[in-house]
């Protein structure tokens, strides 16, 4: 009885060793995928990481598409340089270029944003960097409204400070996912479109911002955006404010065209200061 229960338990203790033998094999040959830009879920959302999970940042003042960071700026913020070929599988490879910058080096970018680390950011899903200097924040995948730091310039190409005198000085303002400025029509009223007739010809000058709300920077208040209907279109409001494009700015990021068009006030820009659109 003895040698039969003894027999028992080596049978058993060799079954053990071979599941343990065929778990470590299956690991081996099934490794954790490894991308080289993927998405990771961090305190600040999903957000675009590197194949060892350090947060990718975007550059306010990078709106045009070129890198405004050198110097002592590259020291704290350096540069993400590296081929897309292995991407995370809910990422587009067309999203991905590549710029070469002034000092020669390469940048990856992303939607045309060029790509940073934060070097505080010592850890793995670390997100120190968000919302720094109110110029840097996480990449995400998704922005519906992105934050750009530029100097205004007219469709005149006269420069504009903030409040719309000529004169120098860098503004902040709302721009789209790709960079794009958008802007708000003095004369609409809280959540009413009062320029948009549905006549192609009359509408292309200024068109209308369709889009689903998704991602925002960390300092905007989701609550204060909302879409309403024109024409069978979801035109994306903030504090009330219908979103446009200016037609003249023919798509292209950074431009602001329509800071003077037809005059200073009429078209101003969106940021987070912008007052309530009254009733």
């Given at each position: 009885m003895k040698v039969f229960n003894f027999s028992r338990k080596l049978i058993a203790l060799a079954f053990l060793v071979s599941a343990s033998l065929s778990c470590s094999n299956d690991s081996d040959t099934n490794p954790e995928p490894t991308y080289d830009i993927a998405l990771k879920e961090t305190t600040a959302g999903k957000v675009l990481v590197d194949e060892n999970g350090k947060t990718l940042y975007f550059f306010a003042k990078d709106v045009a598409g070129t890198s405004a960071c050198s110097g002592g700026c590259v020291d704290t913020w350096p540069l993400f340089s590296k081929s897309a070929s292995k991407l995370d599988p809910a990422l587009n490879a067309t999203d991905f270029g590549s710029i070469t910058r002034a000092d020669g080096k390469s940048q990856t970018t992303f939607k045309g944003w060029p790509l940073y680390y934060y070097k505080n950011d010592l850890a793995s899903g670390d997100v120190k960097g968000e919302n720094v200097g109110s110029v840097w924040f996480v990449a995400k995948p998704t922005y519906t409204i992105m934050f750009a730091n530029a100097q205004l310039i007219g469709k005149d190409g006269k420069l504009y400070t903030s409040d719309y005198k000529e004169g120098t000085g860098e503004t902040q303002f709302f721009v789209d996912g790709m960079g794009r400025t958008l802007y708000a029509f003095a004369n609409d009223k809280k959540n009413q479109n009062k320029f948009t007739t549905n006549v192609e010809t009359h509408d292309a000058s200024w068109p209308?911002?369709?889009?689903?709300?998704?991602?925002?920077?960390?300092?905007?208040?989701?609550?204060?955006?909302?879409?309403?209907?024109?024409?069978?279109?979801k035109q994306l409001t903030y504090k009330g404010w219908p979103l446009y494009y200016f037609g003249n700015d023919n798509q292209k990021r950074g431009l602001t065209k329509g800071v003077d068009s037809p005059r200073t006030g009429v078209w101003p820009i969106v940021n987070k200061e912008s007052p309530v659109a009254p009733d």
């Open positions: 209308i911002y369709v889009a689903e709300l998704k991602d925002l920077p960390s300092t905007l208040d989701k609550s204060l955006f909302t879409t309403i209907d024109v024409f069978g279109k």
